[in-house]
């Protein structure tokens, strides 16, 4: 079975233009890495569990935030790896400079036995349309270009 993620992308107007909230992947390997880098909160569910659900779960693990409301579906989109990503478009506001992700751990450095701890989401911004699009995941452009589209 081909592995799925589930997330949302939230959006806000700020004199009357969108902004979308994105958040950067933690750990020492996105460390120095920005465009094309960023991403819906999301994450990946089982066929046992609802895809709205994950992505609401998703949501709160990698912001520290619960998130409710009138959720609007999005088209999936497929990454490069085979996943498919469902998402919902939202909505809303939520402070970036107040985020607190989930932690994950891997041996760091590389062979050296050595186990360290890291925030799976290490920030999150919002950001313009035109900005959004060179931030994000290149398939998940797909996402903010609906939220465009019927705004």
């Given at each position: 079975?081909?592995?799925q993620?589930?997330?949302?992308l939230?959006?806000?107007r700020?004199?009357?233009?969108?902004q979308?909230?994105?958040?950067?992947?933690?750990?020492?390997?996105?460390?120095?890495?920005?465009?094309?880098?960023w991403?819906?909160p999301?994450?990946?569910?089982l066929?046992?569990?609802?895809a709205?659900?994950a992505?609401?779960?998703?949501?709160?693990?990698e912001?520290?935030?619960?998130?409710?409301?009138?959720?609007?579906?999005?088209?999936?989109?497929i990454l490069?790896?085979?996943?498919?990503?469902?998402a919902?478009?939202?909505?809303g506001?939520?402070?970036?400079d107040?985020?607190?992700s989930?932690?994950?751990?891997?041996?760091?450095?590389?062979?050296?036995?050595?186990?360290?701890s890291?925030?799976?989401?290490?920030?999150?911004?919002?950001?313009?349309?035109?900005?959004?699009?060179?931030?994000?995941?290149?398939?998940?452009?797909?996402?903010?270009?609906?939220?465009?589209?019927?705004?």
């Open positions: 079975m081909s592995k993620s589930a997330g949302i939230l959006f806000r700020i004199n009357n233009q969108l979308f909230f994105l958040v950067h992947p933690g750990g020492p390997f996105f460390k120095n890495k920005d465009l094309g880098t991403s819906i999301k994450g990946e569910f066929d046992d569990e609802k709205l659900d992505a609401k779960r998703e949501f709160f693990e912001t520290g935030s619960s998130i409710d409301g009138d959720f609007i579906l999005l088209n999936p989109v490069k790896s085979g996943k498919k990503v469902y919902w478009a939202l909505e506001d939520i402070n970036h107040n985020i607190v989930n932690q994950f751990e891997i041996e760091w450095p590389p062979k050296s036995g050595k186990k360290q890291f925030p799976e989401i290490d920030k999150g911004a919002w950001f313009d349309f035109e900005t959004a699009k060179q931030k994000i995941n290149a398939a998940q452009v797909a996402f903010v270009d609906q939220i465009m589209k019927s705004y």
